[in-house]
């Protein structure tokens, strides 16, 4: 029976990994669409829908996931019609949320955005309140497998701005329109995998909470993400 019990553990537990897989496949699913939508479908031609293919590789999103996205889009597909809108606010202990959606319905988002919020201890700010608090850039991390001065090397030589060694990977930060070029030199220089790949936006200064008071904003965000209209929840906690 503990054999059992201990399969049917295992079991349940890929189940809920594999859900929530999906929903973060959804998630940048319409990110593509939105991309795409409009476009004959080219990334090569559109940086904005190369970016999100990006992320969607670095959340190992299946190919035929992408290109299926991306056909809904270019096929005009009549529920391809979400709208991007940010919400800005602060969960409790002053750490600033920010939530960016993709949603078809603007009075829907508020209200589950809003009152999630509410609930949790945090509240709703105003356009620009807390967006000030971060930067828009391309992050990559890669694993601790080549020499830092290397990894420098590859970083300075591709405009890179900033590269942080946390000793077990490496963190890369760039400029948004110098991303895929920064990338691309880390793929020719034998970088065939990446624990990160994506343009984001990076808090200037973390906040760092108690163990206690870190679960209870964590909650927050995670109760934010699990809304099907929220793509992107940004924060400055440190975690």
Known sequence: MSGHSKWATIHRKKGLIDAERGKIFQKIAKEIQVAAKGTNGDPDMNPGLRMVIEKARSNNMPKDNIQKAIDKAIGNASDVNFESIRYEGYAPHGIAIMVDCLTDNKNRTAMLVRSTLTKRGGNLGT??????????????????????DKVMDIAISSDAIDCI??????????????????KTSFEENGIVEFLRSEVTY????TISLSDEDTEKVMGLIDALEDIDDVNNVYHNLDI
């Open 202 to 205: 990076v808090p200037d200064n």
């Open 165 to 182: 060694d946390n000793e077990d990977s490496y963190t890369i930060y760039t400029e948004p329109d110098k991303f895929l070029q920064v």
């Open 127 to 148: 356009d620009g309140s807390v967006s000030y608090l971060f930067k828009r850039l391309g992050v990559i991390e890669i694993n601790h497998d080549m020499e830092m």
